[in-house]
């Protein structure tokens, strides 16, 4: 019995082994593959830009909208240029980088090393709403407080005028 045990710790150490060799074996195919195609192993975790992607980040040097909103003939070099960039593999970083150095930093449509911008561009609007909502919570407690009554206009008149008003009154009611 001890013979037969021996045998087939002996087979299952074997096929241990051998499927160690395999998944190794397959490893290195894959990463030969993958050398032999040209493409580096790291472009699989780069995303691909687009031109979708970049058009509405980039604005039209000559019209100043955004160039996916752009038809001028500036505006159709600019996106030419971009599917050339696209095409030679660069991210959607470097493409923007490129444009700048081409088009200057007007060409961006959120300014990338203004830092003042990231605080103003995007404080403002909350410190605005927040100046909105204090105007109208102001607004609706004043509206919601008790008015004070208003003074009777008869009690500054004199006898005359209040004898006239009154006759006035009652000429209009029904």
């Known amino acids: 019995m001890s013979r037969s045990a021996d045998r087939a710790r002996q087979i299952a150490a074997t096929t241990a082994l ?5 998944t190794a074996l397959s490893a290195v ?3 030969l593959i ?19 992607e ?11 909208t955004a160039l996916g909103l ?6 159709n070099d ?22 700048v150095a081409t088009y200057g930093p007007s060409v961006l449509a959120i300014p990338e090393d203004d830092p003042g911008f990231d605080i103003l561009g995007y404080a403002m609007p909350a410190v605005g709403f ?5 105007v109208l919570a102001l607004g609706l407690r004043r509206y919601r407080s008790d008015p ?18 009154e006759t006035d009154l009652q000429r209009y009611r029904l």
């Open 18 to 22: 051998a499927r160690r060799a395999a």
């Open 29 to 31: 195919a894959i990463a």
């Open 34 to 52: 993958g050398s032999l195609s040209g493409a580096p192993l790291s472009a699989a975790a780069t995303p691909q830009a687009s031109l979708p």
């Open 54 to 64: 970049i058009e509405y980040e980039v604005m039209c040097p000559i019209c100043g």
């Open 70 to 75: 752009s038809e001028s003939p500036q505006a």
């Open 78 to 99: 600019e996106r030419q240029f971009i599917r050339r960039m696209i095409a030679r593999g660069l991210s959607k970083d470097e493409i923007k980088a490129r444009l």
């Open 130 to 134: 927040a100046i909105a909502l204090l």
């Open 148 to 165: 004070q009554p208003a003074p009777d206009p008869r009690e500054d008149l004199g006898e005359a005028d209040a004898a006239r008003l």
